[in-house]
């Protein structure tokens, strides 16, 4: 079945180092692929998403680029910010089985200090 | 407009007792999803709602678990009876249109703990 695997937290950076959180996705169809973010407290959100290889989504700083060769989706940002402490979630949505039916990795968590 | 709301935001309850979850959706949509996140781990799909339809319940982990959305508006996931593993954020999700448009809005989550 399909599967989300990312890299397990916390993530600990200063106020503007660059992030990288590595995604990786098995699929038996051709996905969408999406990044979530989760604030203390909050539900979660949609940060980005790529919907075809090639794709780069990109946010508030963060992009990701969907590379089909090696079935990858890492989410970067070149500089870093303490509001951007969260749980960040790789998911993918296999659409060739009919629905929007999200599969999510673990999550990583992001802590930015000042 | 208001977001997905889900009531309550916490409950702690014993092993065997009962409780109920509400999801109340975007309105207009007529896509409803569970979803649980157990502590650590990935989070699951349970159910998938069409207006008042279960168009997918596989992700249900057993018949403790019973999800309802009368008249395919807000929904209701009971646990009876509750065990420990049932711990964790269970999330609602809602979408509109056809199945095939992915973006879901999720609500904060319900964290159940079971003692």
């Known amino acids: 079945g399909d599967s989300v695997t990312q890299m397990e937290g916390p993530v600990t950076l200063s106020e503007e180092a660059f992030l990288t959180i590595n995604c990786t996705y098995t699929?038996?169809?051709?996905?969408?692929l999406f990044w979530y973010v989760q604030y203390p407290g909050e539900g979660l959100q949609l940060l980005l998403k790529?919907?075809?290889?090639?794709d780069k989504g990109s946010n508030k700083g963060f992009e990701a680029t969907y590379r089909k060769e090696t079935t990858s989706f890492h989410l970067e940002k070149g500089s870093v910010q303490v509001s951007d402490s969260a749980v960040y979630f790789c998911?993918?949505?296999?659409?060739?089985?009919?629905?929007?039916?999200?599969?999510f990795g673990k999550g990583t968590m992001l802590l930015v200090s000042p | 407009e208001a977001g997905v709301t889900q009531f309550p935001s916490h409950s702690v309850i014993e092993k065997g007792q009962t409780v109920t979850l509400r999801c109340d959706p975007i309105?207009?949509?007529?896509?409803l999803y569970w979803y649980r996140r157990v502590m650590g781990k990935e989070i699951k799909f349970l159910l998938h709602f069409v207006k008042e339809s279960k168009q997918d319940e596989s992700g249900m982990p057993n018949n403790r678990f019973l999800a309802e959305r009368t008249g395919g508006t807000y929904s209701t996931l009971k646990v009876q009876p509750a065990e420990l593993e049932d711990s964790g954020v269970y999330f609602c999700?809602?979408?509109?249109?056809?199945?095939?448009?992915?973006?879901?809005?999720f609500g904060p989550g319900t964290r159940l703990t079971v003692t």
């Open positions: 790529a919907t075809k290889a090639d």
């Open positions: 998911a993918l949505s296999d659409q060739d089985s009919g629905y929007s039916t999200l599969t």
């Open positions: 309105s207009g949509h007529d896509n």
């Open positions: 699929a038996t169809g051709y996905p969408s």
């Open positions: 999700a809602s979408s509109q249109g056809g199945p095939r448009i992915a973006e879901q809005y």
